[in-house]
C-alpha cells in the first residue's frame, strides 16, 4: 500500500501525510497540533506512530507548528538549510539530534520511502516541492509556485498522484480587495499559480497519460472550489480529455481532511 491525504491545504494553514506500512511522513505542519492530530485520528493514523516531519520552506502556513509536533512526538525534521534558517527562530526549539538537512534535487529515504525534492519558484528562502516514490509508485505534492518551468514539469511528470496548486482565480485576485502590493505579489514569478496555469499544466500532463490529480492551496479570498475545478476541468476538456471518463480531479479542502488515495 502507498497512501496520502490532505489534512489542511490553503492560505490558512497545510498539513499532508504520506505512508505506507513501515513509514509515516508529515508533509509541512501550518495549523495547530491540535488539528494536526485530530485529523490524523479522523483517518485512523496514531499521531504517536509519525517517522518524520518533511518542510516545503518556512512560511508560517507551512511551518508554525512543525517545532510543536517535533518536541511532542519525538520527530526529526527535514528541511533545506535555507528552510532551516528562515524558520529556525520562531518554531521553538527542536531536539539537534532531531535537525535534519537536505539538498533540494537531491534525494534521500526517510525508511522505505523514497523522497526526490525539487526547486520551486517561491518568495522563500530554498523552498521545495516533494515526490514520493515507493514500490515502483510516485506521489508529488507541488505547490507554492509562482511559474512552471521545464524543470519542475520534468519532476512532476510520471506521477501516480500529483497534488498542484491552483490558488487563485486572476478575475477574482484583480478585482479582490487585496492591496496592490499584494496582488503584485500572489501574481509575480514568485508568488502562486493561478487557476488557469495550474489547469493548463495538468491538461498537459493528462495528455501524457497522466490520471489523478489534487489540486490544493486555495485562495479564500480569490478563489473557491467550485471554481478551480471547474477551470482546471475545461482545461483538460480543451485537449479533448473529460475528468471522470478515465480522469481523476479532485479539491484539497481547506479545513477538512481529503479522500485517502490509495495509491
Known amino acids: 500500500m502507498f497512501k496520502f491525504c490532505s489534512l489542511f491545504s490553503g492560505s490558512s494553514g497545510n498539513a499532508l501525510i504520506i505512508w505506507n506500512d513501515q513509514t509515516k511522513i508529515l508533509i509541512d505542519a501550518g495549523v495547530s497540533g491540535k488539528r494536526i492530530q485530530a485529523a490524523l485520528r479522523s483517518i485512523n493514523i496514531d499521531p504517536h506512530t509519525l517517522d518524520a516531519i518533511v518542510v516545503t520552506h518556512e512560511h508560517s502556513d507551512h511551518a508554525s507548528c512543525v517545532g510543536v509536533m517535533s ?16 524558520m529556525a527562530g520562531w518554531i521553538g526549539g527542536v531536539n539537534e539530534a532531531n535537525i535534519r538537512h537536505f539538498n533540494s534535487n537531491e534525494a534521500f529515504m526517510i525508511k522505505n520511502i523514497e523522497i526526490r525534492p525539487f526547486s520551486i519558484p517561491h518568495d522563500a528562502a530554498d523552498p521545495v516541492g516533494f515526490s514520493f516514490l515507493y514500490d515502483g509508485r510516485k506521489i508529488t505534492v507541488a505547490t507554492d509556485i509562482g511559474h512552471m518551468n521545464d524543470r519542475l514539469i520534468e519532476n512532476i511528470t ?23 502590493v499584494l496582488k503584485k505579489r500572489i501574481k509575480s514569478d514568485y508568488g502562486h499559480l493561478c487557476n488557469d496555469i495550474a489547469g493548463q499544466t495538468i491538461a498537459g500532463l493528462a495528455a501524457r497519460g497522466a490520471r489523478r490529480f489534487l489540486i490544493g492551496h486555495l485562495s479564500a479570498e480569490n478563489n473557491y472550489p467550485e471554481l478551480a475545478y471547474e477551470t482546471v476541468s475545461r482545461c483538460i476538456a480543451g485537449s479533448g480529455l473529460c475528468v471522470g471518463n478515465g480522469i481523476e480531479l479532485y479539491v484539497a479542502g481547506r479545513n477538512e481532511a481529503s479522500m485517502v488515495f490509495d495509491i
Open 71 to 86: 518536541r511532542r512526538f519525538n520527530l526529526p525534521v527535514f528541511a533545506t538549510r535555507g528552510t532551516w534558517r528562515g
Open 158 to 180: 510520471g506521477s501516480d498522484l500529483l497534488m498542484l496548486e491552483s490558488n487563485h482565480d486572476m478575475v477574482m485576485l484583480e478585482e479582490g480587495r487585496y492591496p496592490l
